[in-house]
């Protein structure tokens, strides 16, 4: 059974406007949350979320996220030193986040749910969008 990690756009896109998730992402998270699957939202995530939010690039913050986590199949994944394990080699990535959050997907065996073509090409996880 397929578990999937979060990025932040995917997340927001979920929660906002889920027509602006990829096809498969969407397909991909319709049928976790069928199923029962585990959707993981890292603490990365949640972080990046509040500093969108407080850059006024986003009207979600921690209560959206909340809601999500208690009434879907989303489950929060905190930061732990396996996740910092993967980080530290994960020295290709310069971006923090992107850094940490495949470090989550990495950690947990999961795919990731990501727009970002940078991190596909890089080939470090199994990234799910278009």
């Known amino acids: ?9 995917a997340c927001l ?8 998730l990829g096809r498969r992402a969407r397909r991909a998270l319709d049928q ?6 585990d959707v993981w939202l890292p603490a990365a995530v949640a972080a ?8 006024g690039r986003t009207d979600l913050g921690v209560p959206a996220l909340r809601q999500a986590l208690e009434h879907s199949c989303w489950r929060f994944l905190p930061l732990d030193l396996r996740q910092i394990d993967e980080f530290a080699a994960l020295t290709a ?5 992107d850094r940490l959050i495949v470090a989550a997907a990495r950690s947990t065996g999961a795919k990731l749910i990501s727009r ?11 990234v799910i969008w278009a």
């Open 116 to 126: 970002d073509a940078a991190l596909q090409k890089l080939g470090l996880v199994e």
């Open 32 to 37: 976790a949350d069928a199923q029962g699957q």
């Open 93 to 97: 990535i310069r971006d923090p986040f």
């Open 1 to 9: 059974m397929a578990e999937y990690v979060l990025d932040t756009h």
């Open 13 to 20: 896109f979920a929660l906002a406007a889920p027509k602006k």
């Open 48 to 55: 990046e979320v509040v500093m969108l939010k407080e850059l």
